[in-house]
């Protein structure tokens, strides 16, 4: 079954302290991952994604196949990080998008 | 501004009355979907639309209607409401599937009594 987890409800660092969301994902064929963001009072955006191999605001995120994993990582955190995000999944040959249950980022100065 | 609308914002019901939530985008967008958030659960998807006059059944479609006459418009439509149903309720819009970066709109938060 398709699914992607994301482990910790709540994660919170000082600022300047290394952050990484941990996304796991069960998918049996060649997935597209991405990392969507809502920071307060906006809506759910797109931070970044696997096959672009961005980095926004940042943030980096690397694939692993063999841990089907999707991390999302920034060295030094800013207050501004604050915010929801949720990993998400589609397979390249359907149209759904399969989304884990979010982890909320709280950076403390 | 390219976006995505929705309406009502807010709306609370009682059950067994019908009632539609707007979508509309203004990109020519030819995918887009529903979505429920509820605490602890992410979001799941509803229903999805490829294009004009082609839907499809997401994760969790009971209860739910939609249809797709337009292009840039693509209602929920509720036919009887249960208070399970009271969730926020995302659309969203991308050019042309769930690989390509979705755009979302403001949310609608739905309460049935």
């Known amino acids: 079954a398709q699914r992607v987890t994301q482990p910790e409800k709540l994660l919170s660092v000082f600022k300047g302290a290394p952050v990484e969301l941990k996304c796991n994902y069960s998918?049996?064929?060649?997935?597209?991952l991405f990392w969507y963001v809502q920071y307060s009072r906006q809506r759910l955006q797109l931070l970044l994604r696997?096959?672009?191999?961005?980095s926004i605001k940042g943030f980096t995120a690397d694939l692993n196949k063999g841990e089907t994993s999707f991390h999302l990582k920034k060295p030094f955190a800013q207050e501004e990080d604050s915010a929801m995000y949720y990993c998400?999944?589609?397979?390249?040959?359907?149209?759904?998008?399969?989304w884990g249950a979010g982890t909320k980022l709280i950076i403390k100065p | 501004e390219a976006q995505v609308t929705q309406n009502p914002r807010y709306l609370i019901t009682v059950t067994g009355k019908k009632l539609t939530v707007t979508c509309s985008q203004n990109?020519?967008?030819?995918?887009m979907s529903w979505y429920r958030q509820d605490p602890g659960l992410g979001l799941r998807q509803i229903y999805y639309?490829?294009?004009?006059?082609?839907?499809d059944k997401g994760d969790v479609p009971e209860g739910y209607k939609v249809s797709r006459k337009e292009k840039r418009n693509f209602p929920l439509i509720l036919e009887s409401p249960s208070p399970n149903q009271t969730s926020l309720y995302f659309c969203?819009?991308?050019?042309?599937?769930?690989?390509?970066?979705?755009?979302f709109g403001p949310g609608t938060r739905l309460t049935v009594l």
């Open positions: 990109m020519n967008h030819e995918y």
């Open positions: 998400a999944l589609s397979g390249r040959s359907n149209y759904q998008l399969i």
């Open positions: 639309s490829m294009n004009v006059e082609v839907t």
């Open positions: 969203a819009s991308s050019l042309a599937g769930s690989y390509n970066e979705q755009f």
């Open positions: 696997h096959i672009s191999r961005e």
């Open positions: 998918y049996s064929g060649s997935p597209e």
